[in-house]
Every structure is written in C-alpha cells, then in structure tokens.
C-alpha cells in the first residue's frame, strides 16, 4: 500500500464525497430498540448562497448528528428549504423586468419556484462539499403542496380551535414591500431627529411627526400636571388642518417631555395604538399603503409621508405655528428585509392569538444551551401586547384557504380534506349559507414563519403515515431568530399538539469578519465557505468552526485558524504515516495484548487516551466543541506525535517482537480511537486515515469507550516522568553541542522505576535505575567576577580586581565566600568585598567521577560524562 507523503485534502474530500452511500445517514422510521434523536433543523432562505453564517450552524449540527449517531442513536438530520417570501419575488421581478402585477398569479408564482429550485441545488452543492450528514430522504421544501398543506391544514384547525381570527386593527406596515409584518419583523435603528413645538390653539405641544397632524385624534395631558389640568375636557383646533380634537387625561403622558402635552395621531406608534383604544378613539388614516398621505391631508394629499413632513414644517414656520425644534436621538421602527421604516395602518388581517403564559411555561420544559439564551425568549415574550399578524400582501407565500361570498359576503373556510389549494385558482366545493356559489379567492397569502414555525411538527411525523415521534430533541439555530422562530415553533407545537416541540434547543452566534464586524459587502469583509476549502480543506473549514468560540457566543472567522486546521491535518497525516510505516505489515488485525505486556510507557499513553475519551464525551454531550476539539487536537500533537512516538520508536525498530508487539497494539489503539473521535468534526480526514487502519466507514463505527480499568496513576506518573527526563536529556545534549541520538556514557536514575527500556531508546544511552538518593560533592573550579557589583564600586580598580580574583585558587576563594568577605590585595593596597561579588563555578562529583545532575520532579538523574 502505498501513502502519499503529503496529504491532499481536495483529492481525498472530492474522492469521498463521489463514495459515500448517503443512505448510511437515513433515519429509521421503523427502529424501536435505538433511542431515537431527531435534529428540527433550519430551512434557510434559497438564495443560492449557502453562506458563513449558515455553514457555522449546519457545523455544529453535524458534529451533534455525527456524534449521536456513533454512540447508536437513530439519528434524523433532515435538510428543509424555507422557499416563499419577498426576496425571491424581488429578484424574479429584476430577472425578468416585470413587477408581480403585470402578469398573472400563477405564472409569477412559477417563475419564484424556478428560481428557487435552481438556487435550492446550489446550496446543496455546498453542504454536500461541506460533508454535512444530511438526511436527504427527509428533505422538504416548503413551497410543495406536500409542505403547505400541512401550513394551511394548521390555519384551518387552529381557526377552529378560536385560535385564528380575523379583524380590522392596527399593523406594522411597510410601505416599500407593501405588506403587513409582525412585530418581531420590526428593526430598530437609531435616528437623529427633531422634536417640533408647535402653538396648539390654546395648549402647546412637542411632536417629532408633524406629517401626521391631519390623523391627530386627540391632544393628552397628564392628570397631575397643574399646568394645564383645567384644559381637559376642552376642544382644540389642530394647526393648518382647523379640525377640532378633545384635550383628555392619562397617566403615561410624561410631564417632563417637550411641553408636557402630547398629539395623539392613528398612528405613530404603539403608544397611539393604546390610547386609540382605551379612550375610544376616531380613526383617521393619514398614510395609506404605499406611504403616501390620503385625501384627508388636503394639499398634501398624494405627497410621500417624508415629502410632507418637509412641506408640513415648513406651512408651520410660515404660519407662526412652530416656535422651536430641538435635535432628538429616536429609535425608529424598520422593516428587516428592506430597511424601510415602517407605519402602523389599520388594516383588516389575519392574526394568531398569542397566550404569553403558555409559550413562558413551555420554555421552562426546555434545554436551553446555552441557558441564558432563555432570557431573551422570556423578555420577548413579556414584551407582545399585539397578536400575530399572519397575513401578508404578497403573492409567493402559502395561500390562505378562505374564500368570501360575494352576494352576502360571509367568509368561507376550507375543510381540511379539501387541502392543499390556492382559493384564486380554485372554488370551493360547496355553496355559501346563503346559497350563493359565487366567491371571491383570497388574496392574502400567509406569513412565512407560518411555514417554518411547523418544521418540529413536521420531522417528528405530524400529519403523515408514520408514527409521531414528538417532540424531536434538538433545535439548532441563531440567537438573532430566537424571538421569531423559536418563539412561533414553541407558539404552534403547543396550540396543535399541546406540548413542547423540542427537548432541547442550541443556539449559535454570528459570524464576525476578521475586522471583528459583523459580515456585510459594504464593509468587504464577507467569505466564503467556497473560497476556504478551495484554499484549505472542508475539515479546515469544520475545526475552524469547532475551535472558534462556544455555542452561544459570536465567532470571529480568522485565516490564520484555519491555517492552523490544515497545519494540524498535516501533522496527523504525518503521524499516520509513521505509524502505517510499523502497522502495515499485521494489519487488518492487531493481535490483543495483555496488560502485563504493555511497557510503562505503553500504560502512559492509554492511561490518558482512556482520560481523554471520557473528557471529550463529557464535552461532547454538553455541546462543548471547542473543548472537545482542542482536546482531541492538543492529545494528538503533544502526547502522541512529540512524546509517545519520540519515546517508542527505538522500540519499534528494534528485533524483540514481544516489546515490538506492544508498541504496535498501543499506537494502533491510539490512532484507531483518535480517528473515531475526530470523525464528527473532520469526516473526509477521519475516513480516509480508517480505510487504511480498519474496514467499513467510519462513520458507521461506534464511540469511543473508556476503559476505565486502563486508567492507572501510577502509570501515569512514571509515564510522565520518564517524558520529562527524556526531554530533558534532549534538552541537555542540545546545550552540550551533542548531537541528539550521540550515547552518553552513563545515566543513573535515582528513583523506583519497573521499566525504563523507552528512556533507554530515546536517549540512546544504557540507564541504571538506582534506588536512594545519591552522594554528590560539589568542588569550585571557577571564579566569576559579579561585574555589576564591583564596576561601579570601584570603578578604576575594578579591571585589577576581577584579573586578581580570576587568578586565585576557586576553592579558597569559596571559602572567603563562605565566610562572609574576600580579602584581596591589589596593587599593594588591602580590599574587601562582598560575598555577592563573585560567583563560584562549582562541578558535580559522585563516587569521585564528574558528573551532571537533572532533576524531574522528586527524581534525580546523574549523567555520566
């Protein structure tokens, strides 16, 4: 068998990818006897684009999936695609020029759906190169009617259960994608604004909006401020507008912002909202869908929402109205896909009943990792004050499966066996109450995270032939989504199964740019998974993910970590070879070896590999990749490759096969059980050193485990030792200018020792283990003149001194020294010095032969010149 001297990453990974049965990873719907581990993984957006960010993400759930499935687990890693919503209709609109409106629904919707699958096949190319255990067989895509049924099966009974409603209320709106939103759709993004003082008929006021001077409803004082506690109950007239609004009291007016005194618009923000309702309040719509203003701002009517706030403030300088403008630091609510800011319409929708204690005590029953990514679920939750608004004004989503009648105007929703349908497309099969069979489609489509909020559902088997397996055990996914997706999967699992959708759920970080921001173009500081394992390697792209930081924590991709990965792979490749060099010619079978066979040096190492798997287990079953790689990775280097081998390898080629045997079983031990470890985090590496060590996948053998019986301290620490005396007696011939394999003509070892054959081979030097302590007489054979001391104490005499102290005889010298002054003469003149003026080389005796000492812990080794 021949092995290359250089490892090859791109030949080995492509060779591998082209070999491996895919069908190894499937899960077993029908397995009862192994525990089952069902991953809910994300479906990302089909951009096409399989970027860092989600490269990170599918890592760790890779080494999860890996990991499980090697200790027995029936492992579900299925791969879903989170196809509709706004930007594919975008980019189909760029592609072909047209807008959404120009051509029929059915066709726009073909076209998202090709562009789609085109981008769907890109992305799997990368996780494909990427060497991800995906579970193809369970792979959904969500704008399939296979998918979606299940979505609007789900409207139909949760609208059954009171839990869907219709009604007209207040939304977040935006203008740009003209659609509603949800709350947790909303970004904040400071803004420098100004604060407007405006002469208010008989009150004055302070507004950042005074755009929305035609929509004021109301002006609000609060109750307790003396200032203008007989107004209330008044009629003032609005500035430019001349219609009249009542002055009303409330509490959460806040006395001590702009004047005191608050202009209430439908609406500006949730505070509006508030006060609409509890007092009871008019309705004027100032803006309409598309961010324009209506007909009841008058001249303004048809002027973008910023165009007028312009002319507005202009009309009220001119008029006398506005009397000040101070510059004001405001949170403004922004559209996450556009970045556009939004408005809050009245508009009739569809909502979801959001019950926050249930979604609160459903958390509770999860795993959160880690633990303190809770908290923003549970701030998220206390925070909601509107239900979910679920329908959107798109075309590329899930149809809502409602129909309206268009003689009495009652709507009409699907049965659920009438499912899946798209109601434009499609009439129902029976008439309205009134017996009329004309109706009308809606046209609204559904939120997407209506799709993606049933992926637990949906793994675990609901509304399928199988068995439900709920809830699965894991949820992988960012900590930005926490309050939207986790938050609507906990919302939906509970309203259709009455339980927890998951037992667990892992949270990951972003990606940083090296820059130490977050990855964007405009900053240029954006890689990709691609343009690295062209560089390196998939593994060195994975190890980078597993050293990088914690789960939970944001991680700074950095070239020099995975350098390092690929570095490593190098030094294992390296370590292989060695060992296949020794291994070759017994293998496939490594005959057993008893204990008492083994070497010192032999128990050493599988003492602490037997350590290591218990620690990496323990690592592994916490989700603590960083550590269990580094584990696995420091072990390999250091004690295997720089200790072990270096210590064994006299061993190795030497005639005594049953010494020999022992060394083989040992490393052959290692490295089987080192590859088994790495194969979560470094598959194509993993796979190709076992095909060389063993037969059948990696991947289909089992964890590690620790022979406990293995773990010897006493091995341990004799082990160690006889590592650090032979690193030190490198260290030794180093400094002496020997070279590193020359004999010394002696070492005695003074300590209690079985075995010191490896000590012998790595120093090439016959070593005598020797019980007690050793006699040594230390004899001065040298003076040196402490110039640092005597130069500027004596400064013109000190050349004199040093050359009568290096004349002198060293061991009278050491008795001056000794006695607490050197008395000298110098150019007929008496001087004293101090002890600490000299230092006196002293040379090492024992038994009357010159020796040199090394000392190791408690243990003291004599070198024999």
């Known amino acids: 068998m021949t092995i290359p001297k250089e490892y090859n990453p791109q030949e080995v990974e492509k060779r591998w990818q082209n070999a491996w049965d895919m069908s190894m ?26 970027h860092i960010g989600n490269s990170l993400n599918w890592c760790y759930i890779d080494f999860v999936a890996r990991y499980k499935r090697m200790q027995g687990f029936n492992v579900m890693f299925p791969q879903g695609w989170d196809c509709h919503g706004l930007p594919t209709e975008v980019k189909v609109e760029e592609i072909h020029g047209i807008t959404k409106n120009q051509v ?8 998202c759906e090709e562009l789609t699958i085109g981008n769907i096949e890109k992305m799997r190319q990368t996780m494909r190169m990427l060497g991800f255990s995906v579970d193809w067989s369970n792979e959904f895509i969500t704008m399939k009617p296979e998918y979606f049924v299940k979505t609007q099966r789900s409207f139909v009974q949760m609208q059954k259960q009171g839990r869907i409603y219709q009604a007209d209320h207040p939304v977040n709106w935006c203008p740009r994608c003209e659609t509603a939103i949800a709350f947790a759709e909303v970004e904040y993004e400071a803004r420098d604004t100004k604060l407007n003082y405006l002469n208010f008929d008989k009150v004055k006021i302070a507004t950042t909006r005074p755009e929305l001077l035609a929509a004021c409803v109301a002006v609000a004082i609060n109750p307790d401020d003396e200032r203008y506690k007989e107004k209330i109950g008044e009629n003032v007239r609005v500035p430019l507008f001349d219609h009249e609004v009542p002055v009303i009291a409330d509490k959460e007016v806040d006395p001590e912002f702009g004047t005191g005194v608050v202009m209430i618009c439908t609406f500006g923000d949730k505070q509006d909202v508030r006060w609409w309702i509890e007092h009871n309040l008019p309705l004027r719509k100032a803006i309409d869908r598309n961010g324009f203003m209506t007909d009841i701002a008058g001249k303004y009517e048809g002027m973008k929402s910023s165009e007028c706030k312009d002319a507005i403030i202009q009309d009220l300088k001119e008029q006398g109205y506005l009397y000040d403008q101070n510059n004001l630091d405001q949170n403004v609510g922004m559209c996450w896909r556009c970045n556009t800011p939004i408005e809050i319409l009245s508009e009739r929708q569809w909502f979801v009943k959001i019950e926050n204690d249930k979604i609160l005590e459903t958390a509770n029953e999860i795993n959160w990792i880690p633990d303190y990514m809770k908290i923003r679920l549970e701030n998220w939750t206390n925070t909601m004050e509107w239900d979910w608004c679920i329908s959107r004004q798109r075309i590329f989503a899930t149809p809502i499966p409602v129909w309206y009648c268009k003689k009495c105007g009652k709507s009409l929703i699907a049965e659920e066996d009438w499912l899946p349908l798209d109601p434009t497309q499609t009439k129902p099969p029976i008439p309205c109450e009134c017996g009329s069979t004309d109706f009308e489609g809606e046209e609204d489509v559904l939120d997407t995270w209506m799709d993606s909020s049933l992926t637990a559902l949906h793994v675990t088997g609901w509304l399928t032939d199988h068995e439900m397996r709920s809830p699965a055990q894991l949820r992988p996914q960012g900590h930005d989504i926490i309050r939207t997706w986790a938050f609507y999967s906990i919302l939906r699992s509970k309203a259709l199964q009455d339980s ?64 390092s990965g690929s570095r490593y792979f190098n030094k294992m490749w390296s370590i292989f070879r060695f060992s296949m060099s020794h291994l070759e010619e017994v293998l496939p079978d490594i005959p057993e070896v008893a204990t008492s066979s083994l070497g010192t040096v032999d128990r050493w190492l599988l003492s602490k590999l037997n350590r290591l ?18 584990s696995i990775r420091g072990f390999a280097w250091e004690t295997l490759a720089d200790n072990y081998i270096e210590l064994v390898k006299a061993r190795l080629y030497r005639e005594d096969e049953t010494s020999k045997r022992a060394a083989r079983y040992t490393l052959h031990t290692t490295l089987e059980t080192l590859t088994r470890m790495l194969a979560p985090f470094a598959p194509f590496f993993a796979e190709e050193v076992y095909s060389h060590i063993s037969t059948g996948s990696v991947h289909q053998t089992k964890w590690p485990s620790a022979h406990r019986e293995m773990i010897d301290e006493t091995s341990e620490k004799q082990g160690e030792i006889i590592k650090d005396l032979a690193s030190s007696i490198r260290r030794y011939k180093s400094d002496s200018g020997m070279a590193l394999n020359a004999p010394l003509k002696k070492i005695e070892i003074y300590s209690v020792m079985d075995d010191v054959t490896d000590l012998e081979g790595a120093t090439n030097s016959a070593v005598e283990v020797i019980e007690g302590k050793p006699e040594f007489e230390h004899v001065p ?50 001087i004293s010095l101090e002890p600490e003026s000299v230092e006196i080389i ?24």
């Open 613 to 630: 798997i218990i620690s990496v287990t323990k690592n592994m079953d916490n989700y603590q990749f960083d550590e269990a790689c580094k």
């Open 25 to 50: 990873y499937h899960f077993d719907w029908e397995d009862e006897n192994k525990p089952q581990y069902i991953i809910d993984t994300p479906p990302p957006y089909p951009t096409g684009n399989f």
């Open 104 to 111: 029929p629904r059915a066709e726009f919707r073909k076209l």
């Open 500 to 563: 927890k959708p998951w037992d667990s759920i892992m949270i990951n970080g972003m990606v940083l740019g090296e820059d130490g921001h977050k990855m964007s173009k405009s900053r240029g500081n954006i890689i990709s998974p691609e343009e690295v394992v062209d560089q390196y390697s998939a593994d060195a792209f994975r190890q980078w993910a597993a050293i990088g930081g914690s789960t939970g924590s944001d991680v700074m991709f950095r070239w020099k970590d995975v350098v």
């Open 842 to 865: 002293k040379e090492v005796t024992s038994a009357g032969r010159t020796v040199d000492v090394i000392e190791v812990s408690d243990v003291m080794a004599v070198i024999l010149r």
């Open 781 to 830: 054979v040298d003076v040196k003149p402490n110039m640092g001391i005597i130069g500027p104490k004596f400064r013109k005499q000190a050349g004199s001194i040093i050359t009568t102290l290096k004349s002198m005889d060293a061991s009278r010298v050491a008795q001056m020294k000794e006695s607490g002054s050197i008395d000298i003469e110098v150019d007929g003149e008496k």
